[in-house]
């Protein structure tokens, strides 16, 4: 299909376990991005990428790891996971070459650490 | 440091009950400011992009307009089915970063 997607949509861990959430999109799109969405604080960028082996960090960086590889996957690790890092996360994606440079967004993956 | 701005937090309507949601940003130049959509459980929904001030963009009931300070959505004569959460990011010039804002969480009741 084509677009964004993630998995798994749901996941629960437990504290200090690692965890990874994939993400795979099918535009070719330049720019990948990692957001975690909380209750009063909205949409907060965790990490984004600018090309394959490309990447820097956002406002909330700290406790998660990205790689890229390929241009298609991005992939969010939590190394060690805590339970404020429970939360909603959505990779996007969007293409600078392109007019228009809106983001894309995955369906989510609603992580819960206990 | 680039901010974004919405208000009403949560702003409850009538059916038929034309409104305005408000985005205030500052940023460094303006690459592009962009309207979400978002339901319970989904990922955003790209509506629109706005570029400069004094542009504007409809689709069905909404309009986005852009000043140079501020972008308005307004909902003409809303149905339940316009009830989510819409989401204001802006892109500052020279990246291709949004920043986004909380969000104004919409309900219209029939």
């Known amino acids: 299909d084509a677009g964004i997607t993630q998995s798994p949509r749901y996941k629960i861990t437990e504290t200090g376990r690692q965890v990874t959430l994939m993400c795979h999109q099918t535009w070719s799109h330049s720019y990948m991005f990692w957001y975690r969405q909380d209750l009063g604080h909205g949409l907060r960028l965790i990490y984004y990428s600018a090309a394959a082996d490309i990447t820097d960090k956002g406002e909330v960086p700290d406790g998660y790891v990205v790689s890229r590889s390929k241009t298609e996957n991005f992939p969010l690790t939590l190394e060690s996971a805590t339970r404020s890092q429970t939360s909603v996360y959505f990779c996007?994606?969007?293409?600078?070459?392109?007019?228009?440079?809106?983001?894309?967004f995955g369906q989510g993956t609603r992580l819960t650490v206990v | 440091e680039d901010q974004v701005t919405q208000s009403p937090e949560a702003l409850r309507l009538q059916e038929g009950e034309s409104s305005s949601l408000n985005c205030s940003y500052t940023?460094?130049?303006?690459?592009?400011l962009f309207w979400y959509r978002q339901d319970p459980g989904k990922g955003p929904e790209f509506l629109f992009t706005?570029?400069?001030a004094g542009e504007e963009k409809e689709k069905e009931r909404l309009k986005a307009t852009l000043t140079k300070k501020e972008s308005f959505l307004h909902i003409t004569a809303p149905k339940p089915e316009d009830s989510a959460t819409y989401l204001c990011a802006v892109q500052p010039g020279g990246s291709y970063i949004p920043t986004f804002g909380r969000g104004t969480s919409l309900i219209v009741h029939p």
């Open positions: 940023v460094s130049g303006l690459r592009g």
């Open positions: 706005l570029y400069s």
């Open positions: 996007a994606s969007s293409d600078p070459g392109q007019v228009h440079t809106e983001a894309f």
